[in-house]
């Protein structure tokens, strides 16, 4: 239940930032698809700056793991063989204990 709780967390705190990604490059697209044609020539300038910025995609990341959806699988996917080498570890590996899994 803890284990799938800690889960549940890591995948709000990922999802949340997969999110941040995606509502980012609707921004995007969002600006281009706009009438900015019909503007004064300050705000052309300015949406134009607003569309450079929001080119770059916004990441949340940590040293190496990257906040969105496949760095919650990378995330997982090391749990999982963690434990499993821990299980092996401690069963000794052995086909009475049930091997690997």
Do not use: Q
Not at 19 to 45: A, N, Q
């Amino acid at each position: 239940v803890i284990l799938c709780l800690n889960f549940m967390v890591i995948y709000i705190i990922f999802g949340s930032g997969n999110r941040i990604l995606s509502m980012g490059e609707e921004i995007h697209v969002k600006l281009y698809e706009s009438d900015w044609h019909k503007l004064p020539v300050r705000e052309k300038k300015n949406m134009l700056l607003m569309l450079f910025r929001a080119t770059k995609p916004i990441e949340y990341r940590y040293k190496m793991i990257h906040f969105d959806l496949p760095g919650f699988m990378k995330v997982v996917n090391t749990v999982f063989s963690y434990m499993a080498l821990l299980r092996f570890l401690d069963g000794g590996g052995s086909e009475e204990n049930g091997g690997l899994l």
